[in-house]
């Protein structure tokens, strides 16, 4: 977390704002994804989860193997509150795009008869891709809307999830590692702030964390040769970093010369056009995740 995050609702929304007066093409997209983070922190509010426990026999085996602290099927969420979520979320695409607003409709309907959110939130921690495949044909949705929608909806869960269980993690002992310390997932954004220091961001639960500045998270790569980046002139508080030996790339945020707050989420998807440009170039992402966060 770094001193200009936005971590209030308030903050949120003057986040939104200001990359909305600066990338006008996103302006639409965000005033969905504004209603999005809105309708999160005020279920991120009423959530109880009881904070999952690890004994400390096993944290010392977790530390030692460089385990994260859980894997992800073991993340809990309160039912009620995803669930309404769920309903808020749908509501929302409604008025989005064509293809979002027509899947949504039907979601809605089937909520209210056979679909289960409770099942698909189950599914999409079980890494159960099966699932989504089926309810989608059953539908006749798209399973990207569908994963969409029910990520969106555990995401609040999953984030209070993360700080709960942070406490386990050990500051004196960096982590270092180019995969979340709470739930082994992959990162989404790399973010620079004061002398320059990185951090990760988890492409799944959100939890930021400490890394050396100069290595590929994805095959640990150090050789200043292979890694390289590229950036625009117009925009210069992202810049996207390469690695050539496995062909990766993750998208780097530059803090102290965004000069506003910074929401990880807002910045993920305000910057979509740097991941088509990376994947012109030839390169992957990294996340492994089976739904578009
Ligand atoms: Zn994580
Ligand atoms: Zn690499």
Redesign the pocket.
């Known amino acids: 977390m770094t001193l200009n995050s936005a971590l209030t609702s308030e903050q949120i929304k003057k986040a939104v704002a200001a990359v909305k007066e600066n990338k006008p093409v996103y302006a639409d997209m965000l005033d969905f994804y504004g209603r999005i983070f809105d309708a999160q922190q005020d279920s991120k509010n009423r959530i109880r989860i009881q904070p999952l426990q690890i004994t400390a026999e096993m944290l010392a085996v977790k530390a030692q193997e460089k385990f994260p602290l859980i894997e992800i099927k073991e993340f809990t969420f309160d039912e009620t509150q995803a669930g309404n979520l769920f309903v808020t979320i749908c509501k929302l695409a409604k008025k989005a795009n064509p293809q979002m607003a027509a899947a949504a409709e039907i979601i809605l309907k089937a909520v209210e008869t056979t679909l289960k959110p409770n099942a698909l939130f189950a599914g999409l921690l079980d890494g159960n891709e099966a699932l989504f495949e089926n309810v989608a044909e059953e539908f006749k949705i798209d399973k990207q809307v569908l994963g969409f929608i029910t990520y969106n909806s555990l995401k609040p869960c999953l984030a209070l999830a993360a700080e709960q269980l942070a406490s386990y993690l050990n500051k004196d002992e960096p982590w270092q590692k180019g995969y979340c310390p709470i739930c082994g997932s992959a990162p989404i954004l790399s973010i620079l702030a004061g002398e320059g220091d990185r951090s990760l961001v988890c492409s799944f639960c959100w939890h930021q964390w400490p890394v050396k500045r100069v290595f590929?998270p994805?095959?640990?790569?150090r050789d200043g040769q292979s890694l390289q980046y590229f950036f625009s002139d117009e925009e210069k508080e992202f810049r996207v970093d390469t690695?050539d030996?496995?062909?990766?790339y993750l998208k780097t945020l530059d803090t102290r010369k965004a000069g506003r707050l910074i929401y990880p989420p807002l910045e993920q998807l305000s910057s979509l056009h740097l991941d088509y440009k990376a994947k012109e170039m030839g390169y992957e992402s990294g996340i492994r995740l089976f739904v578009q966060v």
């Open positions: 590929c994805f095959c640990e790569n690695c030996k496995c062909k990766k």
